[in-house]
């Protein structure tokens, strides 16, 4: 089976596509391991779909599936027009829905699917959290340092709401955001999604305008905008590697 491995701004993922429908769940589980694997956050499989241009299934590096991933769109939509399954103005389809993205050289840009809002603001554990749904639920908390991120109280609020967790401070000019992701349980390089519910958060709340610059873990520069309601995602990606593995092996 040939693979590639992708890094997008600090998370990285293993690529192949295929026409066999299937749980790969535990294929996942098996590529994703960082000792006896490739190594990854996650696994995206791309499939064909009569609708748009393709459909993906993405699984965390546990095995468990989600609906979406915001630095996987990008890798995958680069896979996809490298590989010539997809023109670089592409669609395809999500758990969360159809998501756009184009690419140019390196640069991806996602269009996210619409933000919905869980919860109200309330207050845990002493601290104010936002709760919006960017594809997938994310728990946000402003913070004054990036050392206010906690480990301990972000698996806490993780398994408290079943979310992900960010910690977010704007320095005045752009975001700075550290992420904890379910399904990898720990802190990430960087989370797309949970990038973009952070500038979400901030943007209605007044704190900061319609576009800007956000570094997450990874300190990788990535660029989030908002125009009529619609979130746009853009930033680099790399195409780590390319192999052929025998699956007995793994």
């Keep these: 089976m040939k693979i590639s491995k992708y890094n997008a701004s600090g998370n990285d993922f293993v690529i192949f596509h295929t026409f066999i429908e299937k749980d790969y769940s535990s294929l996942a589980k098996k590529l994703c391991h960082r000792q006896e694997g490739i190594g990854a956050d996650g696994l995206i499989v791309l499939l064909p779909c009569s609708d748009v241009d393709f459909q993906w299934l993405f699984y965390n590096s546990d095995g468990s599936d989600a609906s979406m991933c915001g630095n996987g769109t990008r890798a995958c939509a680069h896979y996809a027009y490298s590989n010539g399954l997809a023109p670089k103005n592409m669609s395809f389809l999500t758990g969360a829905g159809v998501i756009s993205s184009s690419v140019v050289d390196n640069i991806v840009e996602s269009e996210l699917t619409a933000v919905k809002e869980v919860r109200e603001k309330f207050v845990a554990e002493g601290r104010e959290w936002y709760f919006f749904d960017t594809g ?115």
């Design 136 to 250: 997938v639920p994310h728990l946000v908390t402003i913070v004054n340092d990036l050392a206010e991120y906690d480990k301990a109280l972000a698996s806490k609020m993780r398994y408290a709401h079943n979310a992900n967790v960010n910690f977010v401070l704007f320095d005045g000019k752009s975001l700075h955001v550290r992420t904890y992701e379910r399904g990898v349980e720990d802190e990430t390089g960087a989370c797309g999604t949970g990038m973009a519910a952070a500038f979400y958060t901030m943007n209605k709340l007044g704190l900061i305008g319609d576009s800007i610059k956000v570094y997450p873990t990874s300190k990788e520069e990535l660029q989030l905008r908002i125009v009529e309601g619609k979130l746009f995602f853009k930033g680099k990606v790399a195409r780590v590697f390319e192999t052929t593995i025998e699956l007995q092996d793994i």
